[in-house]
T-cell receptor, first 113, second 111 residues
Framework: KAGVTQTPRYLIKTRGQQVTLSCSPI?????VSWYQQTPGQGLQFLFE???????NKGNFPGRFSGRQFSNSRSEMNVSTLELGDSALYLC????????????FGPGTRLTVL | QQQVKQSPQSLIVQKGGISIINCAYE??????FPWYQQFPGKGPALLIA?????SEKKEGRFTISFNKSAKQFSLHIMDSQPGDSATYFC??????????FGKGTHLIIQP
């Protein structure tokens, strides 16, 4: 079974731009969660989608948004990029929400200049 | 507010030794406690997980010890090998919430 795939793997943007990251979960998995990983703050939960609905949201500003499609693929969008948004963005999938182990993708490394 | 505190930040262990990483949590509503292993350039991978109704869980060389009254849990890696060198994260979850991670421990196993 193929793992979680994320595209692109690397991205360079400038302040003020917006960016869209993509995640394809493991086949059959319907829950997709997004996390931000930085050296200073570590791994922080952004949001979770299940059946095309946002189920949970972490403590991030409204510039961070996401969506999920009917095939469970998910995208996250960051608008008006700030230098502090430079991070590794990780997507994790699980068969369903609540009490399931999460399988992480390799991440998208975003650099904001 | 850091809800899951992990220590030490870095750890060096000789090959064949026991690696021990500790975590403490504050929220008594947490009901799922996983440990993840991350290699450079890769996403975290689930190693082992425990629920609060169990005090210990062992899978191969990896053991979680859980102390509910002290609100602490730890990861023990027996017979540590150079291939175990990685960053380890403890985490906690309440119900359907997202995972709350510790800051990570950079483990080096010296040959």
């Amino acid at each position: 079974k193929a793992g979680v795939t994320q595209t692109p793997r690397y991205l360079i943007k400038t302040r003020g731009q917006q960016v869209t990251l993509s995640c394809s979960p493991i086949s059959g998995h319907r829950s997709v969660s997004w996390y931000q990983q930085t050296p200073g703050q570590g791994l922080q939960f952004l949001f979770e989608y299940f059946s095309e609905t946002q189920r949970n949201k972490g403590n991030f500003p409204g510039r961070f948004s996401g969506r999920q499609f009917s095939n469970s693929r998910s995208e996250m969008n960051v608008s008006t990029l700030e230098l502090g948004d430079s991070a590794l963005y990780l997507c994790a999938s699980s068969p369903r929400t609540v009490h399931n182990e999460q399988f992480f993708g390799p991440g998208t490394r975003l650099t904001v200049l | 507010q850091q809800q899951v505190k992990q220590s030490p930040q870095s750890l060096i262990v000789q090959k064949g030794g026991i690696s021990i990483i500790n975590c403490a949590y504050e929220n008594t509503a947490f009901d799922y406690f996983p440990w993840y292993q991350q290699f450079p350039g890769k996403g975290p991978a689930l190693l082992i997980a425990i629920r609060p109704d169990v005090s210990e869980k062992k899978e191969g060389r990896f053991t979680i010890s859980f102390n509910k009254s002290a609100k602490q849990f730890s990861l023990h890696i027996m017979d540590s090998q150079p291939g175990d060198s990685a960053t380890y994260f403890c985490a906690a979850r309440r119900g359907a919430d997202g995972l709350t991670f510790g800051k990570g421990t950079h483990l080096i196993i010296q040959p």
